[in-house]
């Protein structure tokens, strides 16, 4: 490596799309910077010796209450553009996951609330790049 040659710091983090049958998605309404006040899917910071499907599973537990384990989590992609977060770079897993209708919800952690919303009816103060997330979540499989 030579003298001009930096390292960028890199965060790892774990993002999930949860729905229902019925066509809803639980968003979490972010309690602080950046994009307070904007609504994301929930997730957070992969903790050293974690995989990113168990952190995914407690970052949703933590942030909604609503307990799913690390293998009902179906991949959907890697999201890892150098500007997608404002503080830096981090990269996301982001995962999908099916609950049944009713599932109760609470609010907690990173959370300012917990609500289910239809999938053609989001918000428009979507945090992050949580909408591209989402429609991926939500595509045809082929």
Same mark, same amino acid.
């Given at each position: 490596?030579?003298e001009?040659?930096?390292?960028e ?5 774990a993002?999930?799309?949860? +729905?229902? #049958?019925? $066509?809803?998605v639980?968003l979490?309404e =972010? @309690?602080?910077p950046?994009?307070?006040?904007h609504w %994301? ?19 949703l ?6 307990h799913v384990?690390?293998?009902? +989590?179906? #991949?959907? $992609?890697?999201?890892d553009?150098?500007? =997608? @977060?404002?503080?830096g770079?981090y990269?996301?897993? %982001?995962?999908a ?7 109760t ?10 609500c ?6 989001l ?8 909408a591209d997330?989402?429609?991926a979540?939500?595509?045809?499989t082929?």
């Open positions: 490596m030579t001009t040659e930096t390292f710091t890199i965060r790892y983090t993002d999930v799309v949860v +729905l229902t #049958p019925g $066509g809803d639980l979490i =972010r @309690d602080w950046p994009f307070e006040g %994301a899917c929930a997730g957070g910071h992969v903790d050293p010796g974690e995989t990113s499907r168990a952190a995914a599973a407690r970052e537990a933590e942030e909604t209450g609503v384990t690390a293998d009902e +989590l179906r #991949p959907i $992609g890697v999201w553009a150098p500007e =997608r @977060d404002p503080r770079r990269v996301t897993v %982001a995962y996951a099916v609950v049944p209708v009713g599932t919800i609470t609010a907690g952690d990173d959370a300012r609330t917990a289910w919303w239809p999938l053609d009816g918000p428009v103060r979507l945090a992050f790049d949580h997330i989402l429609s979540a939500t595509a045809p082929p």
